[in-house]
């Protein structure tokens, strides 16, 4: 099993920046992918960015693209997201999932560990 715990949302203005932690738990990573999916009031849950835990390959939503950059630190078993230019459409639960295989996949049934979600609120 793999825990997952989220750090950093918060509430920010458009164009603000912000930094979300990833803390994973329970197993050593190995050929893993760590991802980061959203969920805004009355939305799908829908994918914005995901790397792969060892060849450090990165995937992004088009919508956060050059806005948005993932990363991790193996050594800690951390991952990150961080958030750049935020605008009011950011606003939603943030969570961060992994993924025992590769590879780096955006659909969030491929994920098999979820952890609880992080808020983000963009005021405009």
């Known amino acids: 099993q793999v825990q997952l715990v989220e750090s950093g949302g918060g509430s920010v203005q458009a164009g603000g920046s912000l930094r979300l932690s990833c803390a994973a738990s329970?197993?050593?990573?190995?050929?893993?992918?760590m991802g980061w999916f959203r969920q805004a009031p009355g939305k799908e849950r829908e994918f914005v960015a995901a790397i792969g835990w060892t060849t450090g390959n990165t995937v992004y939503a088009d919508s956060v693209k050059g806005r948005f950059t993932i990363s991790r630190d193996n050594a800690k078993n951390l991952a990150f997201l961080q958030m750049n230019t935020l605008k009011p459409e950011d606003t939603a639960v943030y969570y961060c999932?992994?993924?025992?295989?590769?590879?780096?996949?955006?659909?969030?049934?491929?994920?098999?560990?979820w952890g609880q979600g992080t808020q983000v609120t963009v005021s405009s």
């Open positions: 329970g197993r050593t990573f190995s050929s893993y992918v």
């Open positions: 999932a992994a993924r025992e295989r590769v590879p780096v996949t955006t659909r969030a049934r491929d994920y098999d560990y």
